[in-house]
T-cell receptor, first 117, second 112 residues
Framework: ETGVTQTPRHLVMGMTNKKSLKCEQHLGHNAMYWYKQSAKKPLELMFV???????ENNSVPSRFSPECPNSSHLFLHLHTLQPEDSALYLC????????????????FGEGSWLTVV | RKEVEQDPGPFNVPEGATVAFNCTYSNSASQSFFWYRQDCRKEPKLLMS???SGNEDGRFTAQLNRASQYISLLIRDSKLSDSATYLC?????????????FGKGTRLSVIA
């Protein structure tokens, strides 16, 4: 059983829809992340939250809107997406955002498969 | 030069074989290194951290070569269950807040 849970696992949405991805971590971590994984591309960091505060926005288009109400929950609100946004969206957490190292690395949820039609 | 580069493979090896992957990184200031494993349509999972002196975990051995800026993963006595994509992950720096950088991964297929 993973310490990071994501819902929904699969989502199909039209380009005019509004939907949200939800992530919850049960590891007592302080940092949470959204990553995007597209076919034949490396994992792309989208957003980082540390102690509920956004510390990284990796030039993500505004049609992706993150929300972090507390250290255990993270949302990704989706609005007017494009077909090229279809991908696996992975939530992750780590003890801290800073000083990632051997004793402090990131743990992923199972991901949400998003298809935009 | 890409920040983290891996041979995408696939590496097709018979059961019981020994296989090794290399991963090169471009930022000499990088301090922390990891190997993650990702099964098909699953999330990446931490396989092992890579320490300066090299480290071993059962059939898996990780090595770091700072002079040549690469890390390696050696798998001995390959099992069918080792079939997966192996992601090389590098932390740019230990000073301040920096994100992990992921390679595209090397695909391994162990054949009966």
């Amino acid at each position: 059983e993973t310490g990071v849970t994501q819902t929904p696992r699969h989502l199909v949405m039209g380009m005019t829809n509004k939907k949200s991805l939800k992530c919850e971590q049960h590891l007592g971590h302080n940092a949470m992340y959204w990553y995007k994984q597209s076919a034949k591309k490396p994992l792309e960091l989208m957003f980082v939250y540390n102690f509920k505060e956004q510390t990284e926005n990796n030039s993500v288009p505004s049609r992706f809107s993150p929300e972090c109400p507390n250290s255990s929950h993270l949302f990704l609100h989706l609005h007017t997406l494009q077909p090229e946004d279809s991908a696996l969206y992975l939530c992750a957490s780590s003890q801290d955002w800073g000083r990632l190292g051997s004793g402090n690395t990131i743990y992923f949820g199972e991901g949400s498969w998003l298809t935009v039609v | 030069r890409k920040e983290v580069e891996q041979d995408p493979g696939p590496f097709n090896v018979p059961e019981g074989a020994t296989v090794a992957f290399n991963c090169t990184y471009s930022n000499s200031a990088s301090q922390s290194f990891f190997w993650y494993r990702q099964d098909c349509r699953k999330e990446p999972k931490l396989l092992m951290s890579v320490y300066s002196s090299g480290n071993e975990d059962g059939r898996f051995t990780a090595q770091l070569n700072r002079a040549s800026q690469y890390i390696s993963l050696l798998i001995r006595d390959s099992k069918l269950s080792d079939s997966a994509t192996y992601l090389c992950v590098v932390n740019r720096s230990n000073s301040g807040n920096t994100p992990l950088v992921f390679g595209k991964g090397t695909r391994l297929s162990v054949i009966a």
